[in-house]
């Protein structure tokens, strides 16, 4: 009766009132496995990169600088037919029908432009807006992302406990059933108990056995899996000790419509209304103020002429030594106005237009899905909690009807069957009073899930 009280006390008191949920070392290990997920690192790289890109889009508006230059040497045959023109002293005739030159000459040129973006027709401000709600929606995503880890982390921490629990319950077993072999083994030696007791005890011992070193396999398993999601040692692992028991927390003001997947729809939507207003906007024409400093130099040119002077009849060629010209600025504004784009606007708009409708018909079926999952879980959660409360008892229960087993048997009331089956009822019930706390752990978890509220800042709240 004595040991029915103080279980019940300790139970109420760690159910009710117990506010720490996880242990400083297990949430130690928790954050650790959110800064080892590679999973985790390329979704924040994914969004360093959009970051950039949309810090690109907002820098369209800084003007930019550009030098362009060349050198050519060109040479070309002209044939060209002019108005025939008579010199009025010599009344030679020029240009009388076709006339072939030979011209050749260098070029070299630099210019320095500037050029500042005015008004890209609202592209730049709808642009920027849709990038910022695309990044929003990854964050929200990133959210969900962590929470499934920090779930995967803590079921881990729980199995493990689990196991733990269970060997205990299995070595404890151990104990009495070696004390139960050693009276037995006397008894026999004075003629009390037959060979049949002792074998029975023995089978019982050997399944015992068998049971704990499965045990100990799944465990160096859990424990591989643990230092695999969190980086640490697996022999500091294996001397952490982890609790099992009933998930208590306070009522969280928030539901499923602060789940990061809806609140990473309806960002979805707001992009994909920024992206339809760009769209619809692209026949703004886009004005740019540009500014051109240049030099430029036509030098070594000259055209050979099929004319002669009159008196040395000597070959006319023009000669140019050089033609520079610096400085030639060109100061304006420009624009450019695409009035017709072959209705590639218009399949933009109507592709983008379906793309928000699916955004939004994702939205109202993830609602629709998430309301009864978190009415769903916290049934669960309730059923749970009352069935911790009744494997308690089962297990208080099934402790008293060892306890009386071990004393009949020894007084010669029950037969040893009788007193091993009492043995592992007690053993099945301490361990399904374990495995109902760690599904109640789980329902705790599922719960703030749905209600989008699975960070670390809530896990001990």
Avoid: C
């Amino acid at each position: 009766m004595k040991y029915i009280i103080i279980s019940a006390f300790i139970f109420f008191w760690t159910y009710s009132y117990g506010q720490e949920n996880l242990s400083k070392e297990s949430l130690e290990l928790i954050q650790l496995s959110l800064q080892k997920s590679y999973s985790l690192k390329n979704a924040s790289n994914d969004l360093m990169i959009d970051s950039i890109e949309s810090r690109e889009i907002r820098q369209n508006f800084i003007p930019t600088l550009s030098m362009n230059g060349g050198y050519a040497y060109g040479s070309a045959n002209l044939n060209v037919d002019i108005p025939t023109f008579q010199l009025p002293i010599s009344g030679i005739e020029l240009f009388d029908g076709e006339s072939e030159f030979d011209a050749k000459g260098q070029f070299f040129y630099t210019n320095l432009t500037a050029k500042a973006l005015l008004f890209s027709g609202l592209q730049v401000n709808y642009g920027s807006k849709a990038s910022k709600e695309k990044i929003k929606a990854k964050n929200f995503m990133l959210d969900s992302e962590k929470a499934i880890i920090i779930k995967d982390v803590i079921d881990t921490f729980d199995k493990i406990e689990l196991l733990e629990k269970s060997k205990v319950v299995i070595i404890e077993s151990e104990r009495r059933l070696s004390k139960e072999k050693l009276k037995v083994k006397v008894a026999i030696e004075n003629g009390l108990a037959t060979p049949f007791e002792r074998e029975k005890i023995s089978v019982a011992e050997l399944n015992l056995a068998s049971k704990k070193m499965e045990l100990e396999g799944n465990l160096r398993l859990l424990h591989l899996k643990l230092s695999m999601l969190t980086g640490e040692e697996i022999g500091s692992i294996e001397r952490m000790k982890f609790e099992l028991k009933p998930w208590s927390f306070q009522q969280q003001d928030q539901n499923y419509q602060d789940r990061p997947e809806l609140q990473a729809l309806r960002a979805s939507i707001e992009a994909y209304e920024y992206k339809l207003k760009m769209n619809r906007n692209n026949f703004l024409p886009k004005v740019e103020a540009f500014a051109t400093l240049s030099y430029f130099n036509l030098f070594d040119t000259s055209i050979a002429t099929p004319y002669e002077t009159p008196i040395s009849e000597q070959p006319i060629n023009l000669d140019l030594n050089y033609f520079q010209g610096w400085p030639a600025y060109l100061v304006g504004v420009g624009f450019q106005w695409d009035i017709f784009t072959g209705l590639k606007n218009d399949n933009a708009i109507q592709k983008t237009t379906i793309e928000k409708d699916m955004a939004e018909n994702k939205k109202n079926d993830a609602e629709e899905k998430l309301a009864l999952f978190e009415k769903k879980v916290a049934i669960e959660f309730e059923v749970k909690n009352e069935q911790v409360l009744l494997k308690n008892k089962e297990q208080t229960v099934a402790f008293n009807a060892l306890t009386l087993a071990i004393a009949s048997y020894r007084e010669g009331l029950i037969n040893i069957s009788e007193r091993l089956e009492a043995e592992t009822d007690y053993q099945e019930s301490v361990l399904e009073y374990y495995k109902t706390i760690a599904l109640q752990r789980q329902a705790a978890l599922d719960l703030l899930i749905a209600s989008g509220s699975l960070n670390l800042n809530n896990l001990n709240n």
